[in-house]
């Protein structure tokens, strides 16, 4: 392996166990938040679960593959996915109908949802940048 494919695979580890601990952030603040509104609970909790599953898969899916483009084609599908539930959680955690008395549980959801926004948006950008992948996949 080269420089460029070390580099480009120690960068996605970082980013995968950042985004990782972003969905058990999300998991955490769902039990919390359940006690309080089982509504704003079960939103928390779906969207940490959905994205710490969908996290996890990554590291399954790139051991099996060779290739560093289609690391790379792989690691843009997810962070599509990822862009998506951070955006998901970032429209719903201020939703009146899950509103709570305590304001921090939802201010921490919507910042950890912002930040899954932008990682997923640095992914891709380094992606592109790194191994001239296509966006779109």
Partial sequence: MNKK????????KKILSFSIAAGVILIIL??????????AGMTFLICGVAHAV???????????????????????QHNWLMIAIGLCGACT?????IAMESLAITVVGMIVA????????????KSVKMTGVGIVV
């Fill in 5 to 12: 494919n070390i580099e480009y695979l120690s960068f996605l």
């Fill in 30 to 39: 769902g039990g919390i938040a359940y006690s309080e509104h089982w509504l």
């Fill in 54 to 76: 969908i996290m996890c898969i990554v590291p399954l899916r790139l051991k099996w593959t060779v290739e560093l483009l289609a690391k790379a084609e792989i690691y843009v």
């Fill in 93 to 97: 955690y201020f939703a009146p109908f």
């Fill in 114 to 125: 912002i930040l899954t926004i932008l990682i997923g948006a640095f992914g891709m950008y």
